[in-house]
């Protein structure tokens, strides 16, 4: 009887250790959002300086789009990110994809300017469904910030729903942000030319089928993908309003392309690494953990000649 009453004064007292450094990381949130959160859920807390509301609309057809879009109506409280300007490096041509990840030390201080810290719950919005905003929501937890979810719906669905809009630029005070790395969640290209025909991983193409495939590529100079790689088109993620499907519908949806394998043998890419953030949420979302991001994608593989691609379906 006494071991039995001192397990469970020991499990309270981890209990009560946990709760406390929860709220002291957390104060405004029950428990901090990691995937997605409502519309309804978001408006609940406009008001919590904790909460850090960004902005992610972007246009690779017009660069200064979203940040129009932005200036013209936003979310409340929201900052802007700019994909080429806060979430990218500057591109060299032949070396590098066309979205390579800012410098750490960098990145680190924008997210300083816009507010966060380890106290912070992040909220990133688009209005592509989240193709946009997840780069942003993988950014963050690669470097150990867990607290930050995509708004399920962006834009699009906080707009029909008649909530509170502003106008301008919106900035907030400064905080410290402390990168903690998690280098385990991205692989490079020599792990992608290890891994891609290895049947314990699987990688997976985010892009639409037709780029996958090679019949068409509007933005990048060779066409068709990484062989071995498996088509899996993020907007298959959505349905028809533009919101996510349910964890057990984007469970039934990987099944059949993961099998049983460990998240950590799942491998996404894409164009430039942005939409396989997609592919990455969604797996998540399932409850099937954290895959990796090739975040250099197809533009970075095709830098060098010398690596093969694949036409048509695998």
């Not at 409280?77 to 750490?104: E, I, M």
Request: charged letters at 20%.
């Amino acid at each position: 009887m006494n071991g039995e009453n001192g397990s469970f004064l020991s499990n309270r007292i981890i209990l009560f250790k946990y709760s406390t450094l929860h709220r002291a990381r957390f104060p405004s949130a029950a428990m901090p959002y990691t995937t997605l959160l409502s519309v309804d859920q978001l408006r609940a807390h406009l008001d919590d300086p904790d909460w850090v509301i960004i902005d992610c609309r972007f246009s690779l057809d017009d660069t200064e789009r979203g940040r129009a879009a932005y200036l013209s109506a936003h979310i409340p409280g929201a900052v802007y990110a700019h994909l080429d300007q806060d979430l990218s490096a500057p591109v060299f041509p032949g070396r590098t994809g066309r979205h390579p990840l800012p410098v750490l030390n960098a990145f680190a201080q924008t997210l300083s300017d816009w507010g966060v810290d380890a106290c912070c719950q992040v909220i990133c919005y688009d209005d592509m469904g989240g193709g946009l905003a997840g780069r942003l929501w993988w950014m963050l937890r690669s470097l150990g910030h867990d607290a930050v979810a995509v708004l399920d719906g962006g834009w699009p669905a906080w707009d029909r729903s008649g909530a509170p809009r502003r106008s301008g630029t919106e900035t907030r005070r400064t905080r410290v942000f402390a990168p903690h790395p998690r280098p385990e969640l991205q692989v490079d290209a020599t792990d992608v030319a290890r891994i891609r025909l290895d049947p314990s991983y699987r990688l997976l193409d985010a892009r639409a089928a037709e780029r996958y495939r090679g019949e068409v590529e509007p933005i990048d100079p060779v066409a068709g993908h990484i062989p071995g790689a498996t088509s899996a088109p993020f907007s298959e993620n959505l349905d028809a309003t533009g919101r996510f499907l349910s964890p057990e519908a984007l469970r039934a949806r990987f099944h059949p392309l993961l099998g049983d394998l460990p998240a950590d043998h799942i491998v996404c890419y894409c164009g430039s690494g942005v939409t396989a953030a997609h592919n990455l949420l969604a797996i998540a979302h399932a409850g099937l953990g954290n895959a990796r991001l090739y975040a250099g994608s197809w533009s970075d593989w095709i830098t060098d000649p010398s690596r093969p691609v694949a036409l048509g379906s695998e």
